[in-house]
């Protein structure tokens, strides 16, 4: 293309710029003048809990308003204010409860309308605020002693055995917080501990493990146990019937089992095997029944770990 | 009547099978503890066991079971005379005791060395109550609470099982894979019919 030719096509290309760009200038400052519908969101913050309630839950931090405005006012809004959160009392409002429930209440947003608007530019009209219902949840606070339980990992030596349990100083916790957490509140636990392998004895203070909304008497526990050394004992122990008709009698072969367990040293003297019982169950007996199954029962809890023999019998029945 | 020996080796379960004969309502004579009864009852026994083994042998009424053991531990001919002189005591007492059982159709004398003692030779037939070595062992572990060493050094004494099941006119296996109850009662039922 010669040079004047190149020179001629610039010259129109700025010009229809320059045209399109006021067109567009006037064209914006026209659409910025109409009203339109839009969703801004406001920023919320509650204030002024009833001092006899704890507030549960999660309440939405900031309300979609809907509004009608002229699109400058809305563009000015949405790329300059930063807007100043609604500060919510909350118990400047009547409460709604359903079904009298005093936990429970509900405010509609509507009645919000004069208070945002107050904080909204003039030239924007508020039409409607969601959501529509604000939902609150609250709990009375109570305080109740709560039993801790250690929650330690660990390993013993062999030979060795927790002579009386893990033992906390105290024992119980005193534990403030919601009824409605409180009331499910079993235990409190330590935060878990990884104490290792143990082959003397352990002594330390724990951490207790927070749960939300609780607040504790105290944060730490002492927390101790004691290792003694375990001795194996062994007892025979009589097979007895279980749902045995009086018209039948039942021999089992053999008549006892041997059980072998192992306890700490300390308790060795209390061992009582006669609290013991091995047990067969008479119903259990079909007509292709040859074996019984025998059952321990009434295992004291100091027996650290049991094996018996047999786990079967076999059986003579006859009638008495 | 007929007279039955039963014997096994240490741990078969031969109190078992006689526990179950017993309820069946056979009268059950048991060799070893008898045996004890009548070293410390039987005068004429005492004597012979004074005179052999000397007055050290009985501490007041009661035998000396600990010096008894350390003089046969280990010396076959002290076992053997020990053996030559309650052995014909036990047989007479089990004689004289079966008499008392006469209405029964046959008693069974328990005893675990019923073919070395030779017993066998004046009974009308043997059981063997039988259970591999390993599995006997570990009964006996488990039993007594002692070790593999010394449960093997009681068996040394015994003889070797596969010959007792030669000589033995029935066998009942206690291996924990067959059944005992079974096998007793068919043998207790030939037992009776082989009576009439």
Known sequence: ?320 | MSRWGLTGGIGSGKSLVCQILEKLGVPVYYADKEARRLMNTDEELRHRIIDRFGREAYEGNGLNREFLATQVFGDEESLTSLNELVHPAVRKDFSDWAETHREAPYVVEEAAILFESGADRFLDGSILVYAPEELRIQRVMLRDDVDEESVRRRMMHQMDEEEKKQRADHVIYNDGKELLLPQVLTIHNRILNSNR
């Open chain 1, 1 to 320: 293309m010669p040079e004047g030719q190149k020179l001629q096509f610039r010259k129109r290309i700025l010009m229809f710029s320059v045209f399109l760009l006021i067109s567009v200038f006037i064209w914006l400052l026209n659409a910025l003048s109409k009203n339109y519908n839009s969703v801004i969101e406001y920023p919320l913050v509650y204030t002024d809990f009833p001092e006899d309630r704890v507030f549960m839950g999660d309440l939405p931090e900031h309300l979609n308003l809907r509004i009608n405005a002229p699109g400058y006012a809305i563009l000015r809004y949405k790329t300059f204010r930063k807007p100043v959160p609604i500060s919510f009392k909350v118990s400047a409002f009547t409460f709604n409860r359903p079904g009298q429930d005093s936990t429970r209440a509900y405010i509609l947003t509507r009645y919000l309308i004069d208070q945002v608007s107050r904080q909204l530019p003039t030239d924007l009209q508020l039409l409607e605020i969601k959501p529509d219902t604000l939902h609150f949840q609250f709990a009375r606070q109570i305080t109740r002693q709560v039993m801790i339980l250690p929650d330690l990992q660990y390993e013993i030596d062999k030979q060795f055995t927790i002579k009386d349990g893990i033992i906390l100083d105290p024992d119980s916790v005193e534990v403030t917080g919601p009824d409605l957490i409180l009331d499910t509140l079993k235990h409190v636990y330590t935060v878990r501990t990884d104490i290792g392998n143990l082959s003397r004895d352990f002594s330390d203070r724990v951490r207790l493990k927070q749960v939300q909304d609780l607040e504790y008497s105290r944060s730490r526990v002492n927390c101790s146990l004691e290792l003694e050394r375990f001795t194996e004992v062994q007892f025979s122990i009589p097979v007895e019937v279980l749902n045995l008709p009086d018209t039948i009698a039942l021999q089992t072969f053999p008549s006892r089992v041997r059980l072998t367990c192992n306890v700490g040293l300390s308790k060795y003297d209390r061992v009582e095997g006669s609290l013991i019982r091995a047990v067969v169950d008479y119903s259990d007996i079909e007509e292709e029944t040859r074996l019984l199954d025998v059952d321990i029962q009434n295992i004291p809890v100091y027996l650290l770990s049991y094996e018996y023999s047999p786990k079967t019998v076999e059986f003579l029945k006859s009638r008495k």
